[in-house]
């Protein structure tokens, strides 16, 4: 059974920073790109960033660059979202997710093939 654990979210005033962590069993983690997505409210589920199997290449959303930070270790099965100088526009459900294909485009969210739960980001003013 794949199971994708998001953890690490909470509230946080603008400005500050937080690191989300995605824990990953029960598929071969170093075989898939990882992602984060968000939700926010109204709103469709977005890309935020994802890395490559071997960490080599990461994408952003331009609105997260030079903020955001993924990052991945295969060793324990886990992605991580680093989040800094937030802003209230972060605010949103964030969701690990793995893509087992090979494309070069791994922004769409219809790419991958497993998802977390999401997990609530408030970002206060």
């Known amino acids: 059974q794949v199971q994708l654990v998001e953890s690490g979210g909470g509230l946080v005033q603008a400005g500050g920073s937080l690191r989300l962590s995605c824990a990953v069993s029960g598929l071969t983690f170093n075989a898939y790109v990882m992602g984060w997505f968000r939700q926010g409210p109204g709103n469709e589920r977005e890309f935020v960033a994802c890395?490559?199997?071997?960490?080599?290449?990461?994408a952003y959303a331009d609105s997260v660059k030079g903020r955001f930070t993924i990052s991945r270790d295969n060793a324990k099965n886990t992605v991580y979202l680093q989040m800094n100088n937030l802003k209230p526009g972060d605010t949103a459900v964030y969701y690990c997710?793995?893509?087992?294909?090979?494309?070069?485009?791994?922004?769409?969210?219809?790419?991958?093939?497993?998802w977390g739960q999401g997990i609530q980001v408030t970002v206060s003013s």
């Open positions: 890395i490559s199997r071997r960490a080599g290449n990461t």
């Open positions: 997710a793995a893509q087992s294909s090979t494309v070069a485009d791994s922004t769409p969210r219809s790419n991958y093939n497993y």
